[in-house]
């Protein structure tokens, strides 16, 4: 069982920016794949990004590209989603999860393991 916490959702606006982190309570952790998926009201939980942690491989979705990263630091367990250029559209509960292996997925059924969320909104 792998335990994730995310932190550092709040209100900001367009154009500004936020880092959401994402603490794995497990060091095996570092071999999984981590993602980042957001829900809007109304709306099915989709895909942001993920990186393999071992590889250092990362995918995004084409909506975040060049404005959303994500890294990860080994020695905390963490992985980050550095978000800027954020738009109203971005406003959703930012979910963190995690699965087993390298390959970055991004069929959110294919994550084993999920955060509590945090809320991200932008104001206009």
């Known amino acids: 069982q792998v335990q994730l916490v995310e932190s550092g959702g709040g209100l900001v606006q367009a154009g500004g920016s936020l880092r959401l982190s994402c603490a794995a309570a497990?060091?095996?952790?570092?071999?999984?794949?981590m993602g980042w998926f957001r829900q809007a009201p109304g709306k099915e939980r989709e895909f942001v990004g993920a990186?393999?942690?071992?590889?250092?491989?990362?995918n995004y979705a084409d909506s975040v590209k060049g404005r959303f990263t994500i890294s990860g630091h080994n020695a905390k367990n963490t992985v980050y989603l550095q978000m800027n250029s954020l738009k109203p559209e971005d406003t959703a509960v930012y979910y963190c999860?995690?699965?087993?292996?390298?390959?970055?997925?991004?069929?959110?059924?294919?994550?084993?393991?999920w955060g509590q969320g945090t809320q991200v909104t932008v104001s206009s």
């Open positions: 990186i393999s942690w071992s590889g250092g491989t990362t």
């Open positions: 999860a995690a699965r087993p292996g390298m390959l970055v997925i991004t069929d959110r059924t294919k994550y084993d393991y």
């Open positions: 497990d060091r095996t952790a570092r071999s999984y794949t």
